[in-house]
């Protein structure tokens, strides 16, 4: 089953619009969480790197008062995509980190701002 | 040179065939290396996951590692129409993963 719940999976709305996208483990502590992008037919872009009870490392050209990131409990962290365009319509994945183990994904949400 | 290439294909083979997908990469700092899987709109799923140099098998896949030519491998056995997916070689100095861009795969009935 899964081990990062993320959602929602899908959403729709109009530009201007902030949309919060949150990201759960289950069954363990997740002291990072990695956010990624994903546009079509390409990788995985990461964007900010979330410890718990700290702030988030964006990475270069990642815009932080855009892209917020909340990481405030073991569990649970969210990004939200502030004043959305349609340029920021995207693929958009959280992954725990946990030292050098192996990591895993989430769902991932698909954005579509109009 | 990007950090770590992938060849996107599309690659497209018969049922039952044997599929061959490969990374290389430049940085030679790399000691953790895996292979994710991705459905359609979906989250990576990691298939397999090696240290180091060496072989690793799990069922039908196998993966390869050559840090002295720095070059990854993902082989898959009879490989089975559920197989389609874009297969994704990822890997690793530390926490942070870099990624390849992808194959995409499609075994035909």
């Known amino acids: 089953g899964a081990v990062v719940s993320q959602h929602p999976s899908w959403v729709i709305c109009k530009s201007g619009t902030s949309v919060k996208i949150e990201c759960r483990s289950l069954d363990f502590q997740a002291t990072t969480m990695f956010w990624y992008r994903q546009f079509p037919k390409q990788s995985l872009m990461l964007m900010a790197t979330s410890n718990e009870g700290s702030k988030a490392t964006y990475e270069q050209g990642v815009e932080k008062d855009k892209f917020l990131i909340n990481h405030a409990s073991l569990t649970l962290s969210t990004l939200t995509v502030t004043s959305a365009h349609p340029e920021d319509s995207s693929f958009y994945i959280c992954r725990t980190g946990s030292g050098n183990q192996p990591q895993h994904f989430g769902d991932g949400t698909r954005l579509s701002i109009l | 040179q990007k950090e770590v290439e992938q060849d996107p294909g599309p690659l497209s083979v018969p049922e039952g065939a044997i599929v061959s997908l490969n990374c290389t990469y430049s940085?030679?700092?790399?000691?953790?290396f895996m292979w994710y899987r991705q459905y359609s709109r979906k989250g990576p799923e990691l298939l397999m996951y090696?240290?180091?140099?060496g072989n690793k098998e799990d069922g039908r896949f196998t993966a390869q590692v050559d840090k002295s030519s720095k070059y990854i491998s993902l082989f898959i056995r009879d490989s089975q129409p559920s197989d389609s997916a874009t297969y994704l070689c990822?890997?690793?100095?530390?926490?942070?993963?870099?990624f390849g861009k992808g194959t995409k795969l499609t075994v035909n009935p």
């Open positions: 940085n030679s700092a790399f000691q953790y």
């Open positions: 090696t240290y180091s140099s």
């Open positions: 990822a890997m690793s100095a530390g926490e942070k993963l870099v």
